[in-house]
């Protein structure tokens, strides 16, 4: 069953059973209206035959019965009986009275009056005391013309909720139509939506209702997915280029080390180039990897209690190894009393690490970088400090993106790479990374990581 069809049998059914209770609530108010007016016309004759026949001797029981039969104000099938205390009929108006059982009569006795509903005959039953004696006075009637209205305002309440109903059927079915239509459009511009039409958008309308803010998702959506093709085709293109340009000269260098016949010396240099570019191919595709798993899902990876400063002095002795040249200063603040621990991937965290300080001190004229930590109750602040070439305004926000590198660094080895996989790395761990380039100061990059 379709949405449009589920609503609008919901609004019909809603919209019937309102319709009905309403109905029944009218003609219920209605009737019991008709029997307390009628109720109050019994009492007023039952009074009447009562003061007459114990008040008024003079008037005779047939007098009175011709002139209850000729009264304007007669009911139908008018009927008086009053009975004395043994239950006898002491007077009578006419002579097709309703019989009455002794329970009914020691109910009158009992109440002092009652109201009752027999064979379509309304009766009304009162006792009256006369000369210290106590009478049952018993009125009964046929309420033609209040049934009579009943019955029709019967037939024009079924006949108008009848038709109310199929109304109801009928607008409920557009208005339904009308609410879904917006909907049924979405549905038409998503299905024109294409890896290749990703610039197409929702109609976003005044961004009142409902439907239009799931538009405004939805678009916010797509703008996402189209931002990540986007990042996924620049990625794989700069990706196949760096890559393409160690494997070319590799293989180069050893085609021409193949046809020519250099020396030991001459050779040993060349391989050195070559292991020089293996081992920035082979730095590169890790960093792609590391990326690359990274952006696929952030939520595999185990947090663990982690020490800052035994990773910073496990890269240092790494790069120090390797770049015996490296000046990395490492320092600690003073009037910290917790151990700079973070909640994170140690893994990731020390490729954050590596990046930041292998940067500083291989853009560092004298291959310096200075390491600051800094503790505080909430957050660790890390900074690494250099005195390399200034990075200028209009990059700094560029060097964080792939293979997106200053203009400072143009005569440096490197792919671009490191410091966007290290944004994506804080982001990991809910922290932020700035960075500050300026002639007196030189280059900073802040980070700060949660505790």
Same mark, same amino acid.
């Given at each position: 069953?379709?949405?449009?069809?589920?609503?609008?049998?919901?609004?019909?059914?809603?919209?019937?059973?309102?319709?009905?209770?309403?109905?029944?609530?009218?003609?219920?108010?209605?009737?019991?209206?008709?029997?307390?007016?009628?109720?109050?016309?019994?009492?007023?004759?039952?009074?009447? =035959?009562?003061?007459?026949?114990?008040?008024?001797?003079?008037?005779?029981?047939?007098?009175?019965?011709?002139?209850?039969?000729?009264?304007?104000?007669?009911?139908?099938?008018?009927?008086?009986?009053?009975?004395?205390?043994?239950?006898?009929?002491?007077?009578?108006?006419?002579?097709?009275?309703?019989?009455?059982?002794?329970?009914?009569?020691?109910?009158?006795?009992?109440?002092?009056?009652?109201?009752?509903?027999?064979?379509?005959?309304?009766?009304?039953?009162?006792?009256?005391?006369?000369?210290?004696?106590?009478?049952?006075?018993?009125?009964?009637?046929?309420?033609?013309?209040?049934?009579?209205?009943?019955?029709?305002?019967?037939?024009?309440?079924?006949?108008?909720?009848?038709?109310?109903?199929?109304?109801?059927?009928?607008?409920?079915?557009?208005?339904?139509?009308?609410?879904?239509?917006?909907?049924?459009?979405?549905?038409?511009?998503?299905?024109?939506?294409?890896?290749?039409?990703?610039?197409?958008?929702?109609?976003?309308?005044?961004?009142?209702?409902?439907?239009?803010?799931?538009?405004?998702?939805?678009?916010?959506?797509?703008?996402?997915?189209?931002? =990540?093709?986007?990042?996924?085709?620049?990625?794989?293109?700069?990706?196949?280029?760096?890559?393409?340009?160690?494997?070319?000269?590799?293989?180069?260098?050893?085609?021409?080390?193949?046809? =020519?016949?250099?020396?030991?010396?001459?050779?040993?240099?060349?391989?050195?180039?070559?292991?020089?570019?293996?081992?920035?191919?082979?730095?590169?595709?890790?960093?792609?990897?590391?990326?690359?798993?990274?952006?696929?899902?952030?939520?595999?990876?185990?947090?663990?209690?982690?020490?800052?400063?035994?990773?910073?002095?496990?890269?240092?002795?790494?790069?120090?190894?390797?770049?015996?040249?490296?000046?990395?200063?490492?320092?600690?603040?003073?009037?910290?009393?917790?151990?700079?621990?973070?909640?994170?991937?140690?893994?990731?965290?020390?490729?954050?690490?590596?990046?930041?300080?292998?940067?500083?001190?291989?853009?560092?004229?004298?291959?310096?970088?200075?390491?600051?930590?800094?503790?505080?109750?909430?957050?660790?602040?890390?900074?690494?400090?250099?005195?390399?070439?200034?990075?200028?305004?209009?990059?700094?926000?560029?060097?964080?993106?792939?293979?997106?590198?200053?203009?400072? =660094?143009?005569?440096?080895?490197?792919?671009?790479?490191?410091?966007?996989?290290?944004?994506?790395?804080?982001?990991?761990?809910?922290?932020?990374?700035?960075?500050?380039?300026?002639?007196?100061?030189?280059?900073?990059?802040?980070?700060?990581?949660?505790?």
């Amino acid at each position: 069953m379709t949405i449009r069809t589920r609503m609008s049998v919901l609004f019909f059914g809603i919209y019937s059973v309102l319709l009905l209770i309403f109905s029944a609530v009218i003609y219920f108010e209605s009737e019991n209206y008709r029997q307390k007016e009628y109720k109050i016309r019994l009492r007023q004759e039952a009074l009447t =035959a009562a003061t007459i026949i114990f008040n008024k001797n003079e008037i005779s029981p047939d007098l009175l019965k011709l002139l209850d039969k000729n009264n304007v104000t007669a009911l139908n099938q008018e009927e008086i009986i009053i009975y004395d205390l043994d239950n006898k009929v002491i007077y009578e108006s006419g002579s097709d009275s309703p019989n009455l059982k002794h329970e009914i009569l020691n109910q009158i006795r009992e109440k002092k009056e009652l109201f009752w509903e027999e064979n379509n005959l309304e009766m009304y039953g009162i006792v009256i005391k006369n000369d210290k004696k106590e009478y049952i006075v018993l009125a009964s009637s046929v309420d033609k013309y209040g049934l009579e209205k009943q019955r029709n305002l019967a037939l024009i309440l079924g006949f108008s909720s009848l038709i109310l109903v199929c109304v109801s059927a009928i607008t409920g079915w557009l208005f339904a139509r009308r609410m879904l239509l917006p909907i049924q459009q979405m549905i038409k511009k998503i299905d024109k939506i294409r890896a290749s039409r990703l610039n197409l958008r929702l109609d976003e309308g005044n961004k009142s209702d409902e439907l239009e803010q799931l538009s405004i998702r939805f678009n916010q959506m797509i703008d996402r997915l189209e931002n =990540a093709f986007q990042t996924q085709r620049s990625f794989v293109s700069h990706a196949s280029h760096e890559l393409r340009t160690p494997l070319t000269a590799i293989t180069g260098q050893i085609q021409v080390s193949l046809l =020519a016949n250099d020396n030991h010396t001459d050779l040993k240099l060349m391989i050195q180039s070559v292991l020089d570019d293996v081992q920035q191919l082979n730095k590169l595709t890790n960093n792609l990897l590391d990326l690359t798993s990274i952006d696929a899902d952030d939520t595999k990876f185990k947090h663990t209690l982690v020490n800052v400063l035994e990773i910073i002095w496990q890269i240092r002795t790494e790069l120090r190894k390797k770049n015996p040249d490296y000046q990395i200063l490492i320092s600690l603040d003073d009037s910290a009393e917790l151990m700079p621990e973070v909640k994170g991937n140690e893994s990731f965290l020390y490729t954050a690490l590596l990046n930041l300080i292998e940067n500083g001190a291989k853009f560092s004229p004298n291959h310096t970088v200075e390491v600051k930590i800094m503790i505080e109750n909430q957050a660790l602040t890390i900074t690494f400090h250099n005195e390399g070439s200034v990075i200028p305004a209009t990059e700094i926000s560029q060097i964080f993106e792939p293979f997106k590198r200053g203009s400072n =660094a143009r005569n440096t080895k490197g792919h671009g790479v490191g410091l966007s996989l290290t944004r994506r790395i804080v982001q990991l761990h809910e922290g932020q990374i700035s960075v500050v380039s300026s002639e007196d100061k030189g280059t900073v990059f802040t980070l700060l990581l949660p505790k």
